[in-house]
């Protein structure tokens, strides 16, 4: 058995008293709206291809590495750069500028990173060489709006949608429809 003092249980008591208050001062429980909006919260990794920022789903993402060394293949899409070893497995490695509209890269060097990617949908996955990585940002879902419906081109094919980012507009790519649109074409 423990034996206090006085000054102890007075101290102890102090505590309780403390602890009670702060609780009886807290809200009963968080109100629906705001656990909506916690839940609503998607968190996504930006990234630059050919100088325009995108956000890609972390749920997606499996790793970020340094450019690696590829192995090319002859008579493939303009899309696909190559394979890879990712520990231990064979990666394709796609540039995604000519799926996104832009013009195919030319060379590589060691600011491009490889972003892994897996779908959620099949257990493909594969690499998309980006410029660089900016950072990790923390998205509402209701933020992301549909993109314009005046957008052309394949673009407009893999945009989840569109929002602000450091007053600018940050484009969410749909990993998923074009991971699918890649599995189909390399069958």
Same mark, same amino acid.
């Given at each position: 058995?423990?034996?206090?003092?006085?000054?102890?249980?007075? *101290?102890? /008591?102090?505590?309780?008293?403390?602890?009670?208050?702060?609780?009886?001062? =807290? $809200?009963?429980?968080? /109100?629906?709206?705001?656990?909506?909006?916690?839940?609503?919260?998607?968190?996504?990794?930006?990234? &630059?291809?050919?100088?325009?920022?995108?956000?890609?789903?972390?749920? /997606?993402?499996?790793?970020?590495?340094?450019? #690696?060394?590829?192995?090319?293949? $002859?008579?493939? =899409?303009?899309?696909?750069?190559?394979?890879?070893?990712?520990?231990?497995?064979?990666?394709?490695?796609?540039? $995604? &500028?000519?799926?996104? %509209?832009?013009?195919?890269?030319?060379?590589?060097?060691?600011?491009?990173?490889?972003?892994?990617?897996?779908? /959620?949908?099949? $257990?493909?996955?594969?690499?998309?060489?980006?410029?660089?990585?900016?950072?990790?940002?923390?998205?509402?879902?209701?933020?992301?709006? #549909? #993109?314009?419906?005046?957008?052309? %081109?394949?673009?407009?094919?893999?945009?989840? %949608?569109?929002?602000?980012?450091?007053?600018?507009?940050?484009?969410?790519?749909?990993?998923?429809?074009?991971? *699918?649109?890649?599995?189909?074409?390399?069958?």
């Amino acid at each position: 058995m423990i034996s206090m003092n006085e000054s102890d249980t007075s *101290s102890v /008591s102090g505590l309780i008293d403390s602890l009670s208050l702060a609780l009886s001062e =807290a $809200p009963a429980s968080v /109100s629906t709206t705001e656990m909506q909006a916690v839940q609503a919260t998607e968190r996504f990794v930006v990234i &630059r291809i050919a100088g325009e920022s995108f956000a890609i789903s972390m749920s /997606s993402l499996l790793e970020i590495q340094r450019f #690696p060394t590829l192995t090319p293949l $002859p008579g493939i =899409a303009d899309w696909l750069l190559g394979v890879t070893n990712f520990h231990g497995d064979v990666l394709s490695v796609v540039d $995604p &500028r000519p799926l996104l %509209g832009f013009d195919r890269l030319t060379t590589t060097d060691k600011s491009h990173r490889l972003i892994v990617l897996q779908s /959620s949908q099949s $257990p493909l996955e594969l690499g998309l060489v980006v410029d660089s990585t900016l950072g990790v940002r923390a998205i509402r879902a209701d933020s992301i709006r #549909p #993109p314009h419906g005046n957008l052309s %081109g394949s673009i407009s094919r893999y945009l989840r %949608g569109v929002c602000e980012f450091q007053d600018n507009l940050l484009a969410v790519l749909d990993i998923e429809q074009l991971i *699918s649109d890649l599995t189909i074409h390399s069958t």
